[in-house]
């Protein structure tokens, strides 16, 4: 954890150094991240020798660090190949697909410098590949997506500087709004929606949060220790839930048996053949509203065998348990 904090700590660094046009002092660093000067100094030291064009220059005797107006000048001699611009024009295509999502600005920004460099007749040629390389987006959550990003951003910041903040969040469950001192851990895009997934001290557990719920967002002074998590978010769930993961068995028709083989729906899949072609699937996974809606979406030819408890009851008619956000 605390080399994860290092880093998050550096990257914090270098977004100062980057948005000071004039240079930022050691000091004025170390009160935004709450640690020592001789701590920062340490950080970019190691920036320095990562790579990164940072220098320090003296002004009016006060050394100020700056970052190199024009960073990685040796892109520019290295070039980039037709193919390698072709798959940055296919992901900005994918990009589109997470409005609202932090840094999505800034690489558009990207995009857009890129293209500036790029001759007319070539830019033409590239602009044409989003009509023949596309990715299609999920179903997505409404919402406002100026205040979103706006909120997000205050969210990242939280997450980051590892920052308390007051949130007030409008939930679809209990269909009231409540105010909540959170500890944002992570933000999350995931099946066309972006979630805060945040300690709540008032509960002593995490819980997840939709982005388009949150109504208002403000860090406070307190700061945090963050908590572990897991390497993949919702990692137990066919969709977006941190529930407990149990046993699921689930039975497919030869008509659809075929379709079913040729992918991995989860990393916990054990696909057994039965007689007749029948193929069955178990799954290690939440019993939510996602696994009935994913068990549902292949029709008669699909039947939920397990589990053989209380819940399967819930499982077969399609009422889930319920969801955790």
């Not at 100020?64 to 070039?79: I, Q, S, T, V, Y």
């Not at 040729?262 to 996602?290: F, P, Y």
Request: glycine share 8%; aromatic share 8%; proline share 6%.
């Amino acid at each position: 954890m605390a080399r994860n904090s290092e880093v998050v700590r550096q990257w914090e660094i270098l977004r100062a150094v980057d948005g000071a046009r004039n240079g930022i002092v050691i000091g004025k660093l170390a009160a935004q991240l709450n640690v020592c000067a001789r701590t920062i100094r340490r950080d970019l030291y190691a920036l320095c020798r990562a790579g990164f064009p940072l220098y320090d220059e003296k002004m009016n005797g006060t050394s100020m660090w700056k970052l190199n107006a024009r960073p990685f000048n040796r892109l520019e001699d290295m070039g980039l190949g037709l193919m390698e611009l072709c798959a940055l024009y296919f992901s900005r295509t994918m990009l589109a697909t997470l409005a609202g999502a932090p840094l999505v600005d800034d690489a558009e920004r990207a995009f857009m410098k890129i293209e500036k460099a790029l001759p007319v007749a070539c830019r033409k040629f590239l602009d044409r590949l989003p009509t023949v390389l596309k990715a299609k987006a999920e179903g997505r959550k409404k919402g406002d997506d100026r205040r979103i990003k706006e909120l997000l951003g205050r969210a990242l910041d939280a997450t980051l500087l590892h920052r308390r903040a007051e949130m007030r969040y409008a939930s679809a469950s209990s269909r009231r709004t409540k105010d909540y001192v959170v500890e944002a851990q992570r933000i999350v895009y995931a099946h066309g929606g972006i979630y805060l997934v945040a300690w709540v001290p008032e509960y002593r557990e995490m819980r997840t949060f939709a982005a388009e719920r949150i109504e208002t967002f403000g860090l406070m002074d307190e700061t945090f220790t963050p908590r572990p998590l897991p390497t993949e978010p919702f990692a137990d769930s066919m969709g977006v839930n941190t529930g407990p993961p149990e046993r699921i068995v689930v039975e497919f028709d030869p008509s659809i048996a075929a379709f079913i083989r040729e992918r991995e729906w989860h990393r916990s899949q054990v696909m057994t053949e039965l007689e007749g072609g029948t193929l069955r699937v178990s799954l290690d996974v939440c019993n939510d509203r996602a696994l009935v809606a994913w068990i549902l979406g292949f029709g008669p030819g699909a039947r939920a065998v397990s589990p053989a408890c209380p819940g399967a009851g819930d499982l077969r008619s399609g009422r889930p348990h319920p969801p955790a956000i």
